[in-house]
């Protein structure tokens, strides 16, 4: 069983930065794709990042160039570093994650199946003010 937990939300300005973490409860994490999402109200859930079991990322036209995914595997956790904010980016952020099923292989070009990984933690909220 995985259990996910995120921390680190908050309020912030626009233009500043904020870190989310979040940590892994379970077995061979190394072994998992792992990947944040996010979903503002009324709207539907976008993936943002997703990192690869050989730390390979990838990121939504969105935030790319702004926002950077990185994993700890002897912490068992994962970051978020968001950089730049905007009120757009004002949202619930989740962590999610996905053990690779045929092959092995994480699909990292873009976060697109990162809503609909196998678990994923009960999120953290970021809101960024104009």
């Known amino acids: 069983?995985?259990?996910?937990?995120?921390?680190?939300?908050?309020?912030?300005?626009?233009?500043?930065?904020?870190?989310?973490s979040c940590t892994f409860s379970g077995v061979n994490y190394s072994g998992y794709c792992m990947g944040w999402f996010r979903q503002a109200p009324g709207k539907g859930r976008e993936g943002v990042a997703v990192i690869g079991r050989d730390g390979t990322a990838g990121y939504a036209d969105s935030v790319k160039g702004r926002f950077t995914v990185s994993r700890d595997n002897a912490l068992n956790t994962l970051y978020l570093q968001m950089n730049s904010l905007k009120p757009e980016d004002t949202a619930m952020y989740y962590c999610a994650a996905d053990f690779p099923k045929s092959g092995g292989y994480c699909y990292t070009v873009a976060p697109i199946g990162v809503p609909n990984f196998d678990y994923r933690g009960q999120g953290t909220q970021v809101t960024v003010s104009s």
């Not at 069983?1 to 908050?10: D, I, K, P, R």
Request: glycine share 24%; charged share 10%.
């Open 1 to 20: 069983q995985v259990h996910l937990v995120e921390s680190g939300g908050g309020s912030v300005q626009t233009g500043g930065s904020q870190r989310l």
